[in-house]
């Protein structure tokens, strides 16, 4: 008979992995398993941006609590993850821009994030990188970015210093529910646990039809584009107003290009690819921003899927129904407050009240249809 964990999580990206880095530190015995290696689906390939200025109004909380995370990663997943903090701006170029930022930025502000509004020439001066031709700007000192290809390299050693059992290439592809809690049907055999998370990112939907809840989540295709080395050419976070853009310069010298300009393919395929009419796109629109980008190359370009759910709120906490079964998962800016949220998860399943509210998914259900007669 195999070991009866207390907690099971299914996906190892980043809110997987956090809630169960987490609950192992809380005392708990846990098992992550996931069917590739660990942070290699979106919390992996993602722009690794850790910003205010593009993180919903409701979020805003969770992610200022989940930056000072990110800034002291070293204290807490004990990994260097490549976090540099530095001031972010996002940027207005016409008046249109300039009214819909203006008002972005007012409803974060009150929300908490320190974003303040200054013109396209103090930005120059924060910038000098910049495209001189931005009338408006939002100006945050909470911004930054990580490297997030090395977030899985952090996590694995954090989870086996916990104590965690990882089981990576192991595909989950059924929960039972028994009179002990939980089995979980993998590729390698069953684990049994007193409790499961489900933390599948896109494929949550699917991980939810095993309990038998119909969760409808959204797949995003993402694409990103790296340039090769350069001179220094910003020090900032840069973004734009309608949020199609979102530049840095890593300390090395490449500059990643994202903005969650979308390309094409569905996760039951299990494949995505770019659109090259919509990567030019993506270019163009931060040579604007960045004109010294129009001397680098692009090194390499590629694609990921981000979980989106009917309101566009994370979907955090107990499955409703089902005694000891917990969900995480499509957190929009989710690298960003990821492990916040995946903390509180964590002190919820420990027993512990969670300092922030979760996003519980029953209003994302579908409602029983009505008896006929
Ligand atoms: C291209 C791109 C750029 C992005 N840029 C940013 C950004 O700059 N800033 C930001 O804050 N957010 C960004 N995001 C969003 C962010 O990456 C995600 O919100 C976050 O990483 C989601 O984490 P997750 O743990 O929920 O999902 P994932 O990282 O997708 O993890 C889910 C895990 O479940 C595993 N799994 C799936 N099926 C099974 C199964 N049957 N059995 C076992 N395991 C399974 C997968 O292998 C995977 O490891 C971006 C996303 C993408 C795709």
Same mark, same amino acid.
């Given at each position: 008979m195999s070991t009866m964990h207390d907690l099971i999580v299914i996906g190892g990206g980043i809110n997987g992995a956090t809630t169960a880095l987490f609950a192992a530190r809380g005392g708990m015995d846990v098992a992550v398993i996931d069917r590739g290696p660990l942070c290699r689906e979106a919390s992996g390939v993602n722009a690794g941006t850790l910003t205010m200025q593009m993180t919903r109004v409701a979020l805003i909380p969770y992610a200022l609590r989940a930056h000072h995370m990110w800034a002291t990663a070293r204290e807490w997943l004990g990994h260097d993850v490549g976090v540099v903090v530095c001031d972010g701006l996002s940027l207005a170029f016409t008046e249109q821009e300039a009214e819909l930022l203006a008002f972005r930025a007012g409803k974060r502000r009150e929300a908490g994030a320190p974003? =303040? /509004?200054i013109t396209g020439q103090q930005a120059l001066q924060i910038e000098p990188g910049l495209s001189d031709k931005a009338l408006l700007a939002g100006h945050c000192r909470v911004d930054g970015y990580a490297n997030a290809y090395l977030t899985g390299l952090a996590f694995r050693t954090a989870l086996l210093d916990a104590g965690v059992t990882l089981t990576e290439n192991n595909p989950a592809t059924d929960i039972l529910q028994t009179s002990s809690g939980f089995e979980v049907v993998t590729k390698q055999g069953p684990l049994r646990a007193k409790r499961v998370v489900i933390a599948g990112g896109v494929w949550i939907e699917e991980m939810m039809g095993w309990l038998g809840i119909?969760? *409808?989540?959204? =797949?995003? &295709?993402n694409q990103l584009a790296v340039t090769e080395r350069i001179p220094t050419a910003m020090r900032t976070v840069v973004g734009i107003a309608n949020g199609l853009l979102s530049l840095k310069q890593y300390p090395h010298g490449t500059v990643v290009i994202g903005g969650g300009w979308q390309g094409s393919g569905s996760?039951? %395929? %299990?494949?995505?690819? /770019?659109? *090259?009419?919509? /990567? &030019?796109g993506n270019i163009r629109l931060a040579c604007h921003a960045v004109p010294a980008l129009k001397d680098a190359r692009l090194a390499r370009a590629w694609t990921g899927f981000e979980a989106e759910t009917r309101d566009a709120l994370p979907a955090v906490g107990p499955v409703p129904g089902i005694h000891n079964a917990y969900v995480i998962g499509s957190i929009h800016s989710g690298y960003t407050s990821g492990p916040y949220l995946a903390k509180l998860l964590a002190d919820q399943i420990l027993g512990r009240e969670p300092d922030l509210p979760l996003f519980p998914i029953d209003r994302l259900l579908k409602p029983e249809p009505l008896a006929q007669g």
């Open positions: 974003i =303040t /509004l119909d969760l *409808p989540i959204k =797949t995003l &295709v996760r039951e %395929g %299990g494949t995505c690819s /770019l659109l *090259p009419e919509r /990567l &030019v």
